[in-house]
């Protein structure tokens, strides 16, 4: 979006039109990405607007198709419908067999969603005509999906079928795994309504996978967290070296003074004699007892910053080791359990809110959630944006790190739900959390030699973050191995297995509270 705008700034000084209206299209698609479909439509008709008055039906045509989707995603279909008319009117005129064939696949689909279904047909059988004969494999595999999803509106399941397992294969050589995702779970329901099970499960399994791989949000929340990272971590980072350094500073200048004092009192010395010899000395001695009595202090209270700053940014046990030795070596840990926390609704929040007011929300959440964390002796890790880090059971190795991590983690939900009802009582927007916990080995240590940070590694704290992202608002969500320390100690609900991102299907539970 930066470089767009950028972009676009440049195209207005020059006054290039068509320019203007490339990086408006290119706006509004970024936001329809994200799925902010209103905001979008605004610079796709800006890009429509200048085009018109253009010899360019191909982007016009471009604009038509894409605000046709916004539309239908909107559930305007008759709006819908007069766009996708509209770029088919001209797909035709400019005899472009591509987005003809895209004029037909777009009339069938919004067809299809009014019921349409003959008509639908006809329409897509008549993009499949086109687009075999320009060997396009992609629109090919398009057609024969929409063909696959109109045969299962018609209970026509062979067809259905048949037509879906050729798009799946298609989709599958061109690792297109959105289209997959779609096809399987079709070929499933198709599968089902035949009674074969087993081919039913198959796809439905492939679909589930499919979705897990898919699921990132921290894709639709990355704009929003280059603002925060600008607000937030970075001032934070900077504020911290700039600290560290000023103490390292006043710690020099202490010194280099104190040098030069006891210089000047020895010259001092050599200049007077006689009968003042013992006051003189007597008064350097008193008056150096009482400069070095007060320098101290303030070295000491400077060098107390410093400890503090340190043991601010590293555990105790590192921060000794590395004053120590000027080093901390890495440390593997058999058993550590992560917490990842992140927000629902912050993409949403995020543009009710100015960032300076995004920032001081974060961080109100992030002192409770340090405050919590300390009370449970677990080790704040990092914050990446609006996601919340820590672990317990390291630097010092504990027992109950399993059973006080999951306590810490119910403490964060209870605090976040009443936080928001306090919030929503005011008529304001409140954060809903998502918690996930994992326990397992990881290895942990410092990582740079510039702003460096404690930090940890490991297929742990991978699926860690998968027990957030795969559980639900509200909720705290653990892995089975956490789920075998505490059960015990905790009243817990058995999810089942679900499908983790990148791992498979895991046993997961949800924590509902600590036993009485």
């Known amino acids: 979006l930066k470089s767009y705008f950028k972009a676009q700034d440049i195209y207005i000084k020059q006054n290039d039109t068509i320019g203007i209206a490339t990086t408006n299209f290119n706006i509004g698609a970024i936001y329809r990405h994200k799925e902010e479909y209103v905001k979008s439509n605004k610079y796709y008709t800006l890009s429509l607007e200048l085009r018109e008055g253009t010899n360019n039906p191909k982007g016009v045509i471009n604009c038509y198709n894409a605000l046709g989707i916004n539309q239908r995603k909107l559930k305007n279909n008759a709006l819908a419908l007069s766009y996708y008319k509209k770029s088919f009117d001209l797909s035709e005129q400019s005899h472009d067999t591509v987005l003809m064939i895209q004029s037909y ?54 067809l259905c079928i048949k037509y879906g397992l050729e798009a799946f294969e298609l989709y599958e050589k061109r690792k297109n795994n959105r289209k997959k995702m779609n096809a399987s779970l079709r070929l499933s329901s198709a ?6 099970f087993k081919r039913a499960y198959e796809f439905l399994n492939k679909h589930k996978v499919l979705v897990a791989q898919l699921t990132d949000e921290n894709q639709t929340k990355s704009l929003v967290r280059i603002e925060m990272n600008h607000f937030f971590e970075k001032q934070n980072a900077a504020d911290s070296v700039a600290r560290f350094k000023e103490i390292e500073i ?8 104190k040098a030069q004092i006891a210089k ?6 050599v200049l007077y004699g006689g009968l003042f010899l013992l006051l003189i000395v007597a008064g350097l001695i008193l008056r150096g007892y009482i400069r070095k009595k007060k320098d101290n202090a303030t070295i000491t209270e400077a060098k107390e910053k410093s400890e503090e700053l340190l043991l601010n940014i590293l555990p105790k046990e590192t921060a000794e080791e590395l004053k120590k030795y000027g080093s901390a070596k890495t440390r593997s840990y058999d058993l550590v359990s992560v917490l990842f926390t992140d927000f629902k609704g912050f993409t949403m929040i995020s543009e009710i809110l100015s960032p300076e007011e995004l920032v001081a929300e974060i961080d109100y959440c992030y002192k409770e959630f340090d405050r919590i964390t300390t009370k449970y002796t677990i080790e704040k890790i990092k914050t990446i944006g609006d996601a919340y880090m820590c672990a317990g059971g390291l630097p010092a190795v504990s027992k109950t790190h399993a059973k006080n991590t999951v306590m810490a983690g119910l403490e964060i939900r209870d605090f976040m739900l009443a936080y928001k009802k306090e919030k929503e009582a005011k008529g304001q927007p409140g954060f809903e959390i998502r918690i996930g916990i994992h326990t397992g080995p990881v290895v942990a240590g410092i990582v740079g030699i510039k702003k460096f940070a404690y930090d940890i590694w490991g297929d742990a704290v991978n699926t860690a973050a998968r027990m957030e992202s795969s559980g639900s608002v509200g909720k705290v969500n653990i892995s089975n191995s956490t789920y075998e320390i505490i059960k015990d100690d905790f009243d817990c609900e058995y999810r089942g297995k679900v499908a983790a991102k990148n791992k498979g299907e895991i046993d997961m539970y949800y924590v509902e509270n600590k036993k009485s």
């Open 264 to 269: 000047n009192d020895a010259q001092k010395l």
């Open 250 to 257: 006043t710690d020099l200048e202490l010194k280099e003074q």
């Open 105 to 158: 696949i777009n009339l069938s689909v919004i067809l299809t969603v009014d019921s349409n279904l003959v008509p639908a047909i006809v329409q897509i059988k008549k993009a499949l005509v086109l687009s075999e004969q320009i060997k396009n494999k992609d629109a090919i595999a398009n057609c024969k999906n929409q063909l696959s999803a109109i045969y299962l509106r018609q209970n026509e399941y062979d």
């Open 191 to 196: 599968y089902k309504a035949k009674g074969n």
